[in-house]
Nanobody, 128 residues
Framework: QVHLVESGGGLVQAGGSLRLSCAVSGRTVSVLAMGWFRQAPGKEREFVGAISRSGDNMHYGDPVKGRFTISRDNAKNTVYLQMNNLKPEDTAVYYC?????????????????????WGQGTQVTVSS
C-alpha cells in the first residue's frame, strides 16, 4: 500500500513562493511516476505537473509553465513542487499522486484517472 502525505501549503501574497512536499511510504519514489494536481472550489481537478519514473522527464500544465518546478529526492523518498511567482488563480488544494504501474520509464501522465494513489491535499491560498 502506498501512502502519500503533502505538506508546505499556506497563505502567501501574489508574487511569492512556496514549496510543497509529498512524502511517500510503501514504495520507493525512484521507481514511481508521480504527478501534482490542484482543485479549486467548484472546479475540476487540474493537472499541474508530472515526473516520470526515470526522474528525468517532467511535464507541466500550461498555467504553471515557467513558474513551477517538480523535483525528487530519492534519499528522502519525497517529491517536491516549487512554486514561484504565485498568482491568486493558483489558489487551490494541491494533491500529489502516484501511478502504480508504468511500462516506460520516461513516460509522464497528466490525467487524474491515470493515477492510483492520492494524498489528502494541502491548501494553497494566494492573496492579491
Amino acid at each position: 500500500q502506498v501512502h502519500l502525505v503533502e505538506s508546505g501549503g499556506g497563505l502567501v501574497q501574489a508574487g511569492g513562493s512556496l514549496r510543497l512536499s509529498c512524502a511517500v511510504s510503501g514504495r520507493t519514489v525512484s521507481v514511481l511516476a508521480m504527478g501534482w494536481f490542484r482543485q479549486a472550489p467548484g472546479k475540476e481537478r487540474e493537472f499541474v505537473g508530472a515526473i516520470s519514473r526515470s526522474g528525468d522527464n517532467m511535464h507541466y500544465g500550461d498555467p504553471v509553465k515557467g513558474r513551477f518546478t517538480i523535483s525528487r529526492d530519492n534519499a528522502k523518498n519525497t517529491v517536491y513542487l516549487q512554486m514561484n511567482n504565485l498568482k491568486p488563480e493558483d489558489t487551490a488544494v494541491y494533491y500529489c499522486a502516484v501511478k502504480g504501474v508504468t511500462y516506460h520509464s520516461g513516460s509522464y501522465y497528466s490525467s487524474p484517472g491515470q493515477y492510483d494513489y492520492w494524498g489528502q491535499g494541502t491548501q494553497v491560498t494566494v492573496s492579491s
